[in-house]
């Protein structure tokens, strides 16, 4: 298994030495990191690579145009198998491990558990309880959401974050892969799930595979707009990257 990282980024110079500090600490380290410089005006770029970590840049703005580019560019390169995680989140240093796990017990895409990060901001007890469960309002959403619901789809629609996602290159390849998108479009990681419920019903969400994600935007959303956002941008924030 030749497994490569993929992480998009646009001006992390802030947070992404956390993100890169996460990946070196995982206990499974058998796999090739790639930063992807989303067209950044800081120094998100030189951080990474002043880590030793290969940056490529995809200039046309978009999380999921940078997150296909990644993912292309580690396939060219012999990549059977590739992760994703962003540039504001943690994953637990058993993340790597859990996903060779999942791969190993014959999933061609694998999802993981989103967690609130608790060194940003001083999280109050309410909200630590509070993030997870809004996660959960919305995989079960959905669930039951017209876009997710098509006799054609091999099996139930299951919530897999961006942050905390992994696949095979060869069922990346034949469902098309991110739609080049920016944020504000798509939700690309939405629309590459169900790309794969077209093809394969070998998919799942795994506890065991855990990311702690940045709880900025909830901070500028507001639980509401949050929900609403995340509902098919129905909630549209005047500033989208919030840094």
């Known amino acids: 298994m030749n497994l490569w990282v993929i992480v998009p980024a646009y001006n992390e110079a802030a947070g992404i030495e956390a993100t890169l500090k996460a990946l070196a600490e995982q206990d499974d380290r058998d796999f090739t990191l790639l930063v992807v410089d989303n067209a950044s005006t800081d120094g998100t770029a030189e951080i990474a690579r002043r880590h030793g970590v290969e940056v490529i840049v995809e200039t046309r703005k978009g999380t999921g145009a940078a997150s296909d580019t990644g993912m292309r560019h580690a396939i060219e390169h012999g990549a059977t198998h590739l992760a994703r995680t962003d540039a504001d989140c943690l994953p637990r240093p058993d993340w790597v491990r859990n996903i060779r ?25 309410w909200e630590r309880r509070l993030i997870p ?29 961006g942050c905390s996602l ?14 080049r998108t920016a944020i504000e479009e798509v939700h690309e990681d939405r629309a590459l799930v169900n790309r794969v419920r077209l093809l394969t019903s070998a998919y799942a969400s795994r506890r065991d595979v855990v ?23 129905r909630h549209r924030p005047a500033v989208i990257d919030i840094r």
Request: aromatic residues 14%; hydrophobic residues 40%; glycine residues 14%.
């Open 166 to 179: 992994a696949i095979t290159a060869d069922l990346y390849q034949r469902a098309g892969g991110f739609p």
């Open 101 to 125: 796990r999942a791969f190993g017990d014959g999933l061609e895409m694998v999802g993981g558990r989103l967690r609130p990060r608790t060194d940003e901001f001083p999280l109050k007890l």
């Open 211 to 233: 990311v702690f994600g940045s709880v900025r935007r909830l901070r500028a959303y507001g639980l509401v707009g949050t929900l609403a956002w995340y509902a098919d941008h």
């Open 133 to 161: 469960f809004v996660i959960e309002v919305a995989a079960t959403f959905g669930r039951f959401r017209p876009g997710n619901r098509d006799p054609r789809y091999r099996g139930p629609y299951v919530m897999m974050p």
